[in-house]
């Protein structure tokens, strides 16, 4: 068995609290990342009243080595009620920040775009003042369903590089690193308004010149926002891990990134994509953003086509 080293031990979560949370979820029959992929942070961020919805789930049509996300070629259809069910839990858990992401749904034509937009809606209509994150899939590269998300203009749109170029095809198989970037440069051209961000984990087998490319290509394409975060095999049965990153070079990275531009950095080995995600609140307050000029010139959003 491998022993974790000190830095990655967390503290016991007050469980009151979290059985709060967990009520409502399991009330309205809802999913999330952090109980679905076994985020460490579950007990923290369950603490303190938040938590990424998992929508169109919890069963993925891919199968990525890493990911303790439950494998299901043919999933089942999606529920039309999940929208209004999310966005009641939202207001019970008086949420000042939600972030919602998906599965990949490769076998939906438009990736699940439309249900994103539709549980925005919802959100929008039940509580006004919540900001909204959504860490999308890679759509298949279909960049009309892009499209359909951003018109539905969340704060931040987040779409997760994971892993360096060179792990791409073990870590990350059915992905394409040139398309993540891909989608997060038309994200800024089509939509400079909202924020973008993306996260990747380190202790796979990459170097620290690697890692440094990665964050030189995502600063490339106008990356707000990145986490760096170590990789912990959820089972036997899941890539093993390579290394486990020491505090330092986490720091070190953040130190790079900040250099390089990136308005946040949350590098630490226990940060995740959506850790400390309501921090986005004060990064706008620090660094709006300007209208589109669509919007600017007319008060409209991204046009329909």
């Known amino acids: 068995m491998v022993v974790k080293p000190d830095w990655l031990r967390v503290k016991a979560p007050q469980w009151q609290r979290v059985g709060t949370v967990k009520e409502i979820l399991r009330d309205l029959n809802l999913n999330t990342v952090c109980e679905e992929a076994s985020c460490p942070n579950i007990g923290e961020c369950f603490n303190a009243g938040t938590a990424t919805f ?34 009641e839990a939202v207001k019970r858990l008086k949420l000042n920040h939600v972030v919602i992401t998906s599965v990949n749904r490769d076998d939906l034509p438009d990736g699940g775009a439309n249900q994103f937009v ?39 749109i987040n779409h997760n590089t994971e892993t360096v170029q060179r792990l ?43 890692v440094q490319e990665v964050m030189k290509d995502l600063r490339a394409v106008d990356c707000d926002i990145l986490t760096i975060g170590q990789y912990l095999q959820p089972t036997p049965k899941h890539l093993p891990v390579a290394t486990f990153v020491k505090p330092e ?57």
């Open 249 to 305: 070079q986490f720091d070190r990275w953040k130190e790079i990134g900040d250099s390089m531009g990136f308005l946040q950095i949350v590098a630490s080995p226990l940060t995740r994509s959506s850790y400390h995600a309501e921090q986005v609140k004060e990064l706008m307050a620090n660094y709006p953003k300007a209208k589109s000029h669509k919007e600017t010139a007319d008060g409209s959003g991204l046009s329909d086509s």
């Open 168 to 210: 791409y095809r073990r870590v990350r198989p059915q992905g394409n690193y040139h398309r993540t970037l891909e989608l997060l440069k038309r994200s800024r051209e089509l939509a400079p308004e909202i924020y973008t961000k993306s996260g990747i984990m380190v202790g796979l087998g990459e170097t620290d010149a690697e």
């Open 118 to 156: 539709k549980c925005i809606s919802q959100v929008r209509a039940i509580s006004p003042q919540t900001t909204i994150e959504v860490l999308i899939p890679d759509l298949c590269g279909n960049w009309q369903a892009l499209e359909i998300i951003l018109n539905a203009k969340p704060e931040v």
């Open 54 to 87: 998992l929508i169109m789930g919890p069963a993925c049509t891919r199968a990525c080595p890493y990911c303790d996300i439950d494998f299901e070629k043919k999933p089942q259809p999606l529920d039309i009620t999940e929208p209004q069910r999310l966005a």
